[in-house]
């Protein structure tokens, strides 16, 4: 953080996110450690600032006004849409219908165009890609729409229990480029809209991929802001969802949440880890203990395995010759199951 930010944040010239709270504190912490004057424990103790922070935010926390209704319809202006494989498909009524609407919303005319492009059998990435562009409360609004053109499930489905494919790649892939795009920047908001327009079956993939898709720094800011919005149920999704990275993408989130000395969300990230299946936790392990993985983080995997699955993974563990970490299983499997 600049120098002239910080001035400018103590002397109250301008509203404090979490993150930079968290900065200004770890700085004032070092500080002091560094002249031989400790400050008090309590005072520099990041999960402390959470919750007052947290403890602030339910009182001012807003989401929707008008004046972020006319910075989504800014927003959307703004997108440069590749119009161009309409051109050259002859889709002249798709042409002008965006030329035409490139003052409205995007949600007012994307899912038509979307569900003659699906009739062709053309690729509709780049439209989710640049409508992803748009602000977050722009995506909600189009999101809704594209439900509506797309439903999450189809009327006529005999058995009752399939998510729609085109729904799947409509919606599911809007939710995807926009966690990819806001996620770490504006994931409250998104969350809230979405679940405010009664569609809080997409909040979880969204944290999902908030989780599998940004470098740990940014995923540390998603969850403080998911906390400053009073949004804390919402952080054992994102934490947990951790375990789905690339198995040899887990390690660096671990190193830096244990770095950042975030002991709550890194037992809620060892949980997360030690539900995987059997196959899947053995990568994961392997590639910790090639980084050689402190012995606590190894432990904290081990007790976060279901009890129920002990024998199982102990089996296995042994059977892969990694008996090592079957050791630890069969003795976290000896503690007392709550």
């Known amino acids: ?64 006004n008008k004046r972020a209704d006319k910075g989504a319809t800014a927003a959307a202006q703004s997108i440069e849409w590749n119009i161009e494989p309409l051109r050259q498909a002859q889709m002249d009524d798709l042409v002008d219908m965006i030329q035409d609407y490139r003052s409205k919303p995007v949600g007012d005319w994307l899912p038509r165009v979307l569900r003659v492009m699906t009739q062709a059998e053309m690729s509709i990435t780049d439209f989710l890609k640049k409508a992803a562009e748009d602000s977050p409360q722009g995506v909600v609004n189009t999101v809704v729409e594209l439900h509506k053109e797309f439903p999450y499930q189809v009327d006529d489905d005999p058995w009752g229990n399939g998510r729609s494919m085109q729904n799947v790649e409509t919606v599911g892939r809007l939710i995807y480029f926009s966690a990819m795009r806001h996620g770490d920047s504006a994931a409250p908001a998104i969350v809230v809209g979405l679940r405010r327009s009664y569609l809080g079956v997409y909040v979880e993939e969204f944290l999902t991929r908030v989780a599998t898709w940004f470098l740990p720094p940014s995923i540390e800011d998603a969850v403080d802001q998911l906390r400053a919005a009073a949004l804390q149920r919402d952080v054992e999704p994102v934490l947990k969802a951790i375990s789905q990275r690339n198995y040899d993408r887990i390690y660096e989130v671990v190193d830096h949440f244990s770095t950042k000395q975030r002991t709550k969300d890194l037992n809620t990230i060892f949980e997360g880890i030690g539900s995987r299946k059997s196959s899947a936790l053995r990568m994961i392990i392997n590639d910790f203990q090639r980084r050689n993985a402190p012995d606590g983080v190894m432990w904290e995997i081990a007790r976060g395995v279901a009890y129920s699955d002990y024998e199982e993974y102990i089996e296995r563990f042994a059977q892969w010759g990694n008996h090592e970490f079957a050791d630890l299983l069969h003795k976290a499997s000896e503690e007392p199951p709550f």
């Open 1 to 64: 953080m600049a120098r002239s930010t910080i001035q400018e944040k103590l002397a109250g010239k301008g509203s404090m996110n979490l993150p930079q709270i968290l900065a200004i504190v770890d700085a004032l912490a070092d500080y002091a450690q560094m002249n031989d004057a400790p400050l008090p424990r309590h005072e520099v103790d990041r999960e402390t600032w959470q919750d007052r922070v947290a403890a602030a935010s339910k009182e001012s926390f807003v989401i929707l």
